[in-house]
């Protein structure tokens, strides 16, 4: 399946392939406060339709995640890391996909906080 997510104002957005079969709510600093439910994929499933210095990045501690926000609206539409077993992946925050439902996926709850 092909979604389509952005920001909110547009000037960050993408395409992605897969099948989201679960979404994961995270209780770390960051994510907590962010509110997304995320859900994660293969980083060659995720396309830019806008230019990539379009979006700003944070990172913290480990500085092993790039959290890519807009900084015109201020949405966090995905996230880019690299998993311990060297597999670059995308979380894609799904309350920005376009036409998603999000009653159709369990939520599975992550206890980041304790990491």
Request: with cysteine.
């Amino acid at each position: 399946m092909k979604y389509k997510g952005s920001c909110h104002c547009g000037r960050v957005a993408y395409e992605v392939e897969g099948t989201v079969d679960t979404a994961l709510s995270c209780n770390c600093s960051i994510c907590r406060r962010k509110g997304s439910l995320l859900w994660f994929t293969a980083r060659e499933n995720l396309r830019l339709t806008t230019p990539e210095e379009n979006a700003s990045t944070y990172e913290f501690n480990k500085h092993l995640v790039k959290h890519r926000f807009c900084p015109t609206c201020g949405i966090h539409p995905y996230s880019e890391g690299i998993l311990p077993d060297v597999k670059a992946v995308a979380a894609i925050n799904l309350r920005c996909l376009e036409d998603f439902d999000l009653d159709s996926v369990p939520v599975k709850h992550f206890n980041g906080r304790h990491l």
